[in-house]
């Protein structure tokens, strides 16, 4: 495998992936990227320029797409509309983006032969009761909640059934949580982490009972790159890093490393359809294909990015004003 076309390289996990790449293989990478809001140009800044390109383009326009599948050896596909909270105030573009770009990829795979891996996420399985050890399996039946889930649990049913009609060469993994550096101040870590910076309250949506199975970026990554080249075609491999937290502990160890009271947050307005847990159980893809998250212990993640949010106040200053006034309006 030589060269690759990674969709969404130029977002938080996507771009994470290319520069894990850059770092731990000698592929070549093109990066196609619509580059929407969520994107970041600045996380390709500095990488060589003989390795990484980027072709910015929309993974639903077959003309884009056709020719570029054709032309690398492997796809990984990371774009799509990626926040649940925006899926409730405007769904078309998780249709579009999530559903009719996986079909564009899979139809252009299905053309010319090519290997396909699809990034998913846990939140297809709807979710889980608080007060339950259970954890979600390559069988747990799909659920899911939000217009979010429910594009990317069509995008998977897309795969599937190009893999079992038509015989393209794909594999899925549905991943826990990601936090770590350029996620976007939208996202839950780095809107608490930002707004203290600026001297503000964390923002908990209803009783911060919630609980999510945080995974670090870098290990998403790692094992993305393990399921691409050792996977078995056809197979789903759950990603997670046995990472539970609830909202408030997250919030409580944010305010802590900044020195400010436990109960300096404040709590707004839930998420409709609110997911009340995530789990993941990842022994299918630990035991079959050896892999091992390096960065277990999620408080020393949690320091790491928070140092990386002070330090790269110039990449997500530009953002925040807005996201907290889209905030604001649904109060929250
Ligand atoms: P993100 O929103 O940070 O980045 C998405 C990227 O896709 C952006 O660069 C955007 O410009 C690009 N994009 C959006 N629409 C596009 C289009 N039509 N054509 C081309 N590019 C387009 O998202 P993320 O958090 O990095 O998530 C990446 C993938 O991982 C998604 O498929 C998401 O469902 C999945 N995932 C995310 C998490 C998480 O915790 N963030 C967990 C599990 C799975
Ligand atoms: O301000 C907030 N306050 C709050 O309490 C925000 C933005 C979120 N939350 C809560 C909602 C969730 O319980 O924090 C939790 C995490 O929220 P998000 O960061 O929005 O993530 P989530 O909805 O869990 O989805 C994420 O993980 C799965 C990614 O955004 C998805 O792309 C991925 O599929």
């Given at each position: 495998m030589d060269r690759l076309l990674v969709t969404g390289g130029a977002g938080f996990i996507g771009a994470n992936f290319v520069h894990h790449l850059m770092a731990n293989t000698d592929v070549r990478v093109t990066v196609l990227d619509k580059l929407t809001y969520a994107a970041s140009r600045e996380a390709l800044d500095g990488l060589p320029t003989d390795r990484v390109s980027l072709v910015v383009g929309d993974?639903?326009?077959?003309?884009?797409?056709?020719?570029?599948?054709?032309?690398?050896?492997?796809?990984?596909?990371?774009?799509?509309?990626?926040?649940?909270?925006?899926?409730?105030?405007?769904?078309?573009?998780?249709?579009?983006?999530?559903?009719?770009?996986?079909?564009?990829?899979?139809?252009?795979?299905?053309?010319?032969?090519?290997?396909?891996?699809?990034?998913?996420?846990?939140?297809?399985?709807?979710?889980?009761?608080?007060?339950?050890?259970?954890?979600?399996?390559?069988?747990?039946?799909?659920?899911?909640?939000?217009?979010?889930?429910?594009?990317?649990?069509?995008?998977?049913?897309?795969?599937?059934?190009?893999?079992?009609?038509f015989g393209v060469q794909a594999t899925i993994s549905n991943c826990s949580n990601n936090y770590g550096p350029w996620q976007h101040v939208e996202k839950f870590i780095p809107r608490q982490i930002t707004n203290v910076i600026d001297g503000g309250r964390p923002k908990v949506y209803g009783a911060g009972h919630n609980v999510r199975d945080w995974i670090h970026v870098e290990d998403h990554s790692s094992a993305v790159w393990r399921i691409l080249t050792e996977g078995r075609i056809g197979e789903t491999y759950l990603v997670g890093a046995d990472g539970e937290r609830d909202n408030l502990d997250v919030v409580a160890l944010i305010l802590a490393h900044f020195g400010r009271p436990a109960d300096d947050f404040d709590l707004v307005t839930d998420r409709a359809g609110h997911d009340l847990r995530y789990a993941i159980d990842a022994t299918k893809l630990r035991t079959e294909l050896d892999w091992e998250p390096r960065h277990a212990d999620f408080s020393e993640g949690l320091t790491r990015t928070i140092e990386w949010y002070q330090q790269h106040e110039d990449w997500w200053r530009p953002h925040k004003q807005r996201t907290e006034a889209t905030y604001a309006a649904q109060g929250q």
């Amino acid at each position: 495998m030589d060269r690759l076309l990674v969709t969404g390289g130029a977002g938080f996990i996507g771009a994470n992936f290319v520069h894990h790449l850059m770092a731990n293989t000698d592929v070549r990478v093109t990066v196609l990227d619509k580059l929407t809001y969520a994107a970041s140009r600045e996380a390709l800044d500095g990488l060589p320029t003989d390795r990484v390109s980027l072709v910015v383009g929309d993974v639903a326009d077959s003309a884009v797409v056709d020719p570029l599948v054709a032309a690398h050896d492997a796809v990984v596909h990371f774009a799509a509309e990626s926040h649940n909270d925006n899926s409730l105030n405007e769904p078309g573009p998780f249709i579009t983006t999530n559903l009719v770009g996986t079909f564009c990829l899979l139809e252009a795979a299905r053309r010319h032969g090519t290997r396909l891996h699809h990034i998913s996420t846990d939140e297809v399985y709807g979710d889980l009761a608080l007060e339950d050890s259970t954890r979600f399996t390559e069988a747990t039946p799909y659920n899911p909640s939000s217009p979010y889930s429910a594009a990317k649990a069509g995008s998977d049913h897309l795969v599937r059934a190009w893999v079992r009609s038509f015989g393209v060469q794909a594999t899925i993994s549905n991943c826990s949580n990601n936090y770590g550096p350029w996620q976007h101040v939208e996202k839950f870590i780095p809107r608490q982490i930002t707004n203290v910076i600026d001297g503000g309250r964390p923002k908990v949506y209803g009783a911060g009972h919630n609980v999510r199975d945080w995974i670090h970026v870098e290990d998403h990554s790692s094992a993305v790159w393990r399921i691409l080249t050792e996977g078995r075609i056809g197979e789903t491999y759950l990603v997670g890093a046995d990472g539970e937290r609830d909202n408030l502990d997250v919030v409580a160890l944010i305010l802590a490393h900044f020195g400010r009271p436990a109960d300096d947050f404040d709590l707004v307005t839930d998420r409709a359809g609110h997911d009340l847990r995530y789990a993941i159980d990842a022994t299918k893809l630990r035991t079959e294909l050896d892999w091992e998250p390096r960065h277990a212990d999620f408080s020393e993640g949690l320091t790491r990015t928070i140092e990386w949010y002070q330090q790269h106040e110039d990449w997500w200053r530009p953002h925040k004003q807005r996201t907290e006034a889209t905030y604001a309006a649904q109060g929250q």
